[in-house]
Nanobody
Framework: QVQLVESGGGLVQVGGSLRLSCVAS????????MRWYRQAPGSRREWVAG???????NYADSVMGRFTIARDNAKNTVYLQMNTLKPEDTAVYYC??????????WGQGTQVTVSS
């Protein structure tokens, strides 16, 4: 079993920045991909960014050039640096751990609110 804990969310003005963290614990082994998702009120959860075991990254078009995903394997942590925040970035942000392409685990989420 895997546990994920997100942190770093909060209230920020338009154009501001936040860095989210997700710390994993438990049965962490094998080929692990980490992803960030977000869900705004009344909306479906959407994928934001991903990073593979070898460090390859990809991003949703809506955050390309503004967000950066990174991982620190020694700390079992994945980060999401969010810059130039927009009101439409307001959502609960969730991290996901994918192990071996089979097992998926989710954190409880952290709220990001961008004021307009």
């Amino acid at each position: 079993q895997v546990q994920l804990v997100e942190s770093g969310g909060g209230l920020v003005q338009v154009g501001g920045s936040l860095r989210l963290s997700c710390v994993a614990s438990g049965d962490i082994f094998g080929v692990i991909t980490m992803r960030w998702y977000r869900q705004a009120p009344g909306s479906r959860r959407e994928w934001v960014a991903g990073i593979s075991a070898d460090g390859r990254t990809n991003y949703a078009d809506s955050v390309m050039g503004r967000f950066t995903i990174a991982r620190d394997n020694a700390k079992n942590t994945v980060y999401l640096q969010m810059n130039t925040l927009k009101p439409e970035d307001t959502a609960v942000y969730y991290c996901q751990l994918n192990r071996g392409g089979v097992y998926k685990y989710w954190g409880q989420g952290t709220q990001v609110t961008v004021s307009s």
